[in-house]
């Protein structure tokens, strides 16, 4: 196929942002592998970007593509200010940090939070309905996960409103100059909580857990491992939670249809949920990877050091993979999605997502049955790293 001209996303304008899918099934009719030009706090940058589902799948599992910018000679800001974490490590450091964290980030403890994810969503509702209308975000797509991920990693109440300031701005910044205030924000105060854990003593939360954490031979996480894992969990463990809520509730009452036939059938809101995630999950490109060494995707050359995104959101919509990919349909199986990525990467925290997902969104239907929408939603965040709305307006 070789190379193909520089598509500047930028051009495309605000319509992208809110609705990406007919631009990226125009990309994937001209092929599966593009050289675009970022818009937003990466303005101007040229990356390359996958957006066939079988591409997709195969990058996200090729070695060839590192993790690691030290293999190129440029750290991220992320990782300069507050230290190494899965996303931004290969192997054998990769699979270290992978097995010291899964020692105490076990399904089991996942599953010891069930109870707890249901009385949070409970008590939220508890308060949201007496309403009779509310911002879905606000309300519960966004405090139920930042609870949770915060009980679970023992991180004090903190100033809700700000955090959620700081962590949007880190995942879907608005410049550069933002992002980095944001970032080392992060930075210092997870630098002080696990400071003021290790000096605390033993108590039963994840990080506390993660301190402890001493593999066969001795190894453990450094502070600024620690700091990273931290940063990784917290940002991630609830983000992604945040949009499968609000992503998946929108397109249930966008299809009056698909709401009607869960409501009828609970049985099938596993189902639904994995619908959710592929036709429209909470994060649209991973996180960069970058060409350790030249090589091809689908016959287009990768030169070395050049970074490559990788399209979940698009992957999601292939119709050579998905039959009739724009149509929600949450008796469709959706097995295979990309939404939590694939390979050694795979997200840690997918099976915490899916749990808060099906506790939320079923709890949500059956305890508000006139269940609506109460106006547009909010703009989608800036970027391509996050999908999801600022704000969805529900009423019962």
């Not at 097995?335 to 099976?351: D, N, S, T, V, W």
């Amino acid at each position: 196929m070789g190379r193909r001209p520089v598509i500047d996303l930028r051009e495309f304008g605000d319509a992208f942002r809110t609705d990406p899918h007919p631009y990226y099934a125009k990309l994937r009719e001209q092929g599966p592998v593009h050289r675009v030009r970022l818009g937003g706090a990466d303005t101007g940058q040229l990356t390359w970007l996958v957006v066939g589902y079988e591409e997709a799948r195969a990058a996200l599992a090729d070695p060839r593509l590192a993790k690691d910018t030290a293999r190129i000679g440029s750290p991220l800001l992320d990782e300069e200010k507050i230290g190494k974490y899965l996303l931004v490590t290969d192997p054998p450091q990769h699979t270290r940090l992978r097995s010291l964290v899964t020692r105490a980030f076990t399904m089991r403890r996942v599953e010891r939070l069930r109870p707890r994810i249901q009385q949070i969503t409970d008590d939220l509702l508890d308060e949201m309905l007496p309403r009779g209308r509310a911002d879905l975000i606000e309300a519960m797509a966004y405090p139920l996960p930042l609870t949770v991920i915060c009980e679970l990693l023992g991180v004090p109440d903190m100033d809700r409103a700000e955090f959620r300031r700081i962590s949007t701005e880190v995942v879907a910044p608005t410049s550069a100059d933002t992002e980095y205030d944001a970032v080392v924000a992060l930075a210092r105060y997870l630098r002080d909580l696990i400071e003021d854990k290790r000096s605390a003593g033993p108590t039963d939360d994840l990080l506390s857990d993660l301190i402890r954490t001493t593999a066969e031979d001795g190894d453990r996480l450094s502070s600024r491992e620690l700091s990273g894992m931290a940063y990784l969990l917290l940002i991630a463990g609830h983000e992604t939670t945040v949009n499968l809520v609000g992503n998946g509730v929108h397109a249930l009452l966008a299809h009056p249809d698909q709401l009607a036939a869960l409501r009828a059938d609970m049985g099938l809101l596993e189902g639904a949920v994995e619908e959710m995630l592929r036709y429209e999950g909470p994060v649209e490109t991973g996180t960069y990877r970058y060409a350790a060494e030249t090589l091809e995707i689908a016959g287009t050359v990768i030169e070395k050091g050049q970074s490559v995104m990788i399209g979940l959101t698009a992957a999601g919509r292939d119709g050579d993979r998905y039959a009739d990919p724009d149509r929600f349909d949450i008796r469709r199986d959706a097995r295979g999605h990309l939404a939590f990525g694939h390979g050694i990467h795979y997200c840690l925290g997918a099976p915490l997502a899916r749990l808060e997902g099906r506790i939320a969104i079923g709890t949500l239907l059956e305890r508000a049955p006139g269940l609506a929408l109460d106006g547009s939603p909010g703009e989608w965040l800036p970027g391509l790293l996050m999908r999801g709305m600022r704000s969805l307006p529900v009423r019962w």
